[in-house]
């Protein structure tokens, strides 16, 4: 059974960060292209960040590109986002997702396996 499973939510103040872990378990996290995805309250999926099959490409949203950095452990089966200068706008629930293939640099109308969320609240 595989489970996608993230930790490391929480709340903290504007300027503040976090590190965002997601653990896999019955498959590996090279197998395809591991993403961060968010939802805000009231508003739809976005796509936050990804890396490559290999682990030799990242991608970042717009918003978030110089101040998240997502990594991959895989000896681990691990994959991390650290996030650094929150802003409120970056508020919601944060999910890890595996891409069918290696699309690692916009959001899909499906993934093949998708966590649970951890949610992070960037308020003062």
């Known amino acids: 059974q595989v489970q996608l499973v993230e930790s490391g939510g929480g709340a903290v103040q504007p300027g503040g960060s976090l590190r965002l872990s997601c653990a896999a378990s019955?498959?590996?996290?090279?197998?395809?292209?591991m993403n961060w995805i968010r939802q805000a309250p009231g508003k739809g999926l976005e796509w936050v960040s990804g890396i490559s099959k290999s682990g030799g490409g990242t991608s970042y949203a717009d918003s978030v590109r110089g101040r998240f950095t997502i990594s991959r452990d895989n000896a681990k089966n691990m994959v991390y986002l650290q996030m650094n200068n929150l802003s409120p706008e970056d508020s919601g629930v944060y999910f890890c997702?595996?891409?069918?293939?290696?699309?690692?640099?916009?959001?899909?109308?499906?993934?093949?396996?998708r966590g649970q969320g951890t949610r992070v609240t960037v308020s003062s």
């Open positions: 997702a595996m891409a069918r293939g290696d699309v690692h640099y916009r959001l899909l109308d499906e993934y093949q396996y």
């Open positions: 019955g498959v590996a996290v090279n197998k395809n292209a």
